[in-house]
C-alpha cells in the first residue's frame, strides 16, 4: 500500500533553512501519475499548500513561500525533499508530504506529518 | 488568491443528525472542490474531489454538492466516527487553498 513518511530535524533556528524529506513506498514517484507535496499546519490553524513536484522536475509554489521554496526529487531513493530558508516563528507548523493525481492538485495519501518548531 | 470560507466554524450535532457545511470561493472555481476530514494529531482524510464525487472507501452518508463559489458538505446520519474538522480545497489554481475550516462535535 501507498505510504509517505517524513523526516528532518526537529528544530530549526531562526534565520535558518528547514530541511524535509519525504520517503514514499508503495508507488514509484517516477510514475507520471502524481503529483508530490508538501502542506503544512501552524499548530491549533489550518492547512497551507506550500508546493508540488512532478516526475519531470517540473514545480509549483505556492506565491507567498516562493521566494524561499525549493522542492526537489530524488527518484533513486523514492525520496521529495522541502528546503525553505531564511526561517521565522511564523514558519513553526507540522509539515506533511501528500501525493495527489496528476491534473488535479489535491491530496489522497498523506503522510502522518511532522512538527518543526522554529525557535532560538 | 482564491479565499476559501466555510461555515459555520463550529457545529454541535447528535448522532443520527443531518448536518451541512458550507464552503464559499471568491470566484469561480468550476467543480474543482475537494473536501477532508481531519481528526486530532492525523493527518486530513480526503472524502470528497470534483465537489461531488466520494474517494473510495468512504461512507455513502458523505455527500458533496455545488458549483462556482458555493459548495455544500452533507453528512446524512452522523455516526461517532464523524465528529473531527473539516476542511474543504479548492484545486483550480495555484495556490490551491484551503478553507479555514468547520470543527463538527457532539451536542
Known amino acids: 500500500q501507498v505510504q509517505l513518511q517524513e523526516s528532518g530535524p526537529g528544530l530549526v533556528k531562526p534565520s535558518q533553512t528547514l530541511s524535509l524529506t519525504c520517503t514514499v513506498s508503495?508507488?514509484?514517484?517516477?510514475?507520471?501519475?502524481?503529483?508530490w507535496s508538501w502542506i503544512r499546519q501552524p499548530p491549533g490553524k489550518g492547512l497551507e499548500w506550500i508546493g508540488f513536484?512532478?516526475?519531470?522536475?517540473?514545480?509549483d509554489y505556492n506565491p507567498s513561500l516562493r521566494s524561499r521554496v525549493t522542492v526537489s526529487l530524488d527518484k533513486s531513493k523514492n525520496q521529495f525533499s522541502l528546503k525553505l530558508n531564511s526561517v521565522t516563528a511564523a514558519d513553526t507548523a507540522v509539515y506533511y508530504c501528500?501525493?495527489?493525481?496528476?491534473?488535479?492538485?489535491?491530496?489522497?495519501?498523506w503522510g502522518q506529518g511532522t512538527l518543526v518548531p522554529v525557535s532560538s | 488568491d482564491i479565499q476559501m470560507t466555510q461555515s459555520p466554524s463550529t457545529l454541535s450535532a447528535s448522532i443520527g443528525d443531518r448536518v451541512t457545511i458550507t464552503c464559499r470561493a471568491s470566484?469561480?472555481?468550476?467543480?474543482?472542490l475537494a473536501w477532508y476530514q481531519q481528526k486530532p494529531g492525523k493527518a486530513p482524510k480526503l472524502l470528497i474531489y470534483?465537489?461531488?464525487s466520494l474517494e473510495s472507501g468512504v461512507p455513502s452518508r458523505f455527500s458533496g454538492s455545488g458549483s462556482e463559489t458555493e459548495f455544500t458538505l452533507t453528512i446524512s446520519s452522523l455516526q461517532p466516527d464523524d465528529f473531527a474538522t473539516y476542511y474543504c480545497?479548492?484545486?483550480?489554481?495555484?495556490?490551491?487553498?484551503f478553507g479555514q475550516g468547520t470543527k463538527l462535535e457532539i451536542k
Open positions: 470534483k465537489a461531488s
Open positions: 513536484i512532478y516526475y519531470s522536475g517540473s514545480t
Open positions: 508503495g508507488v514509484s514517484i517516477s510514475s507520471g501519475d502524481y503529483y
Open positions: 480545497q479548492q484545486y483550480n489554481s495555484n495556490s490551491y487553498t
Open positions: 470566484q469561480s472555481i468550476s467543480s474543482w
Open positions: 501528500a501525493r495527489g493525481p496528476s491534473g488535479a492538485v489535491l491530496f489522497d495519501y
